[in-house]
């Protein structure tokens, strides 16, 4: 018997769902994208890690408190570890993220770090046993020359700090897999192991760097990492506490899209950022996008409107 959507009519809304948590996820995380840029040139970016971790657990604890308290958290111990896991990847994956921010435009390290669907795509498969049409993986192909569109190859956007911003695109992309391991375990509960254990990695970047003895300015991203701490003056300090809402908000939202979703699908709405990166490098740093970021942005865009309407024919909405 042949199946339709109308066979599955929580699958729809599950899509739609993934899809907003996704976007809604990468606009929030590219506007604390700003806010590590503007603290770079002053500040270690530990420092910054430190204060936005401290201050994001009390977020997620009042949203674990109202989904039922302590009893949230208690999860079986595979279910542990592989949460655990996925945290620590999704720290060091920020932290190279971050380091590159310090030298390149935003526009610039969020295309690179776009190979992370293609990522996602690929291990959708062999991780978790999704079925991958094949006409997505030419959308993904598509959309992945779409950034190579943006970023202009040769044209200094792959200077050292470009190998971090890729560096995070792998490991983030492994991680986000994860979440659809991990269905049975509440949101609220993930998130907050996910800032538990960015508080320890920002725990330990501390401790390592933060007397200033491993100090070194021969990159801009590698003095971002090893600066001595910097008490922070009353603005500075606003701003990056300015990133711990925008950061719980947003890690809900990326667990939640990665949950309710198939990974192959939900990830091509990580290109979203593209649009959000351009705008906003612009309005705090002046980068102007040139005629080469708004073509390959067209190009990611229309695959990924491709391919929500040959999910659409398929049945899979």
Sequence with gaps: MTTTKNDHPGVAPAYLTGALSICGGVALFNVVDVIIKLVSAGYPFYEFALVRAAATLPLLSIYVAREGGLAVLHVQRGE???????????????????????????????????????IVAAAAGPVLGEQVPLYRWGVMLVGFLGVLVIVRPGAGVFEPAGLLAL??????????????????????????????????GSLVL????????????????????????????????????????????????????????????VTSFEYTGILWATLLGFIFFADVSGWTTWAGAAIVIMAGLYMLHRDSKAGLL
């Excluded at 994860?178 to 508080?199: C, D, E, K, N, P």
């Excluded at 990056?240 to 309710?260: C, D, F, N, R, T």
């Design 167 to 200: 560096g995070a695109a792998v490991i983030e992309g492994f991680a986000q897999l994860f979440a659809r391991l991990l269905a049975a375990v509440r949101t609220s509960a993930i998130a907050f192991y996910q800032g538990l254990a960015f508080l320890a």
């Design 80 to 118: 542990l570890g592989l949460i655990v896991l996925r945290g620590c990847l999704l720290f060091m994956g920020s932290m190279l993220f971050g380091l590159s921010l310090a030298v390149m435009a935003i526009a610039d390290v969020v295309s690179i770090y776009f190979v992370m669907p293609l």
């Design 206 to 265: 501390t401790a390592l760097f933060a007397s200033g003895a491993w100090a070194n300015d021969a990159h801009a991203s590698l003095a971002f990492l090893t600066r001595g701490w910097v008490w922070p003056e009353t603005k500075p300090l606003l701003i990056m506490l300015s990133a711990a809402p925008l950061s719980a908000i947003a890690m809900l939202l990326y667990v939640h899209g990665y949950k309710v979703a198939p990974a192959s699908f």
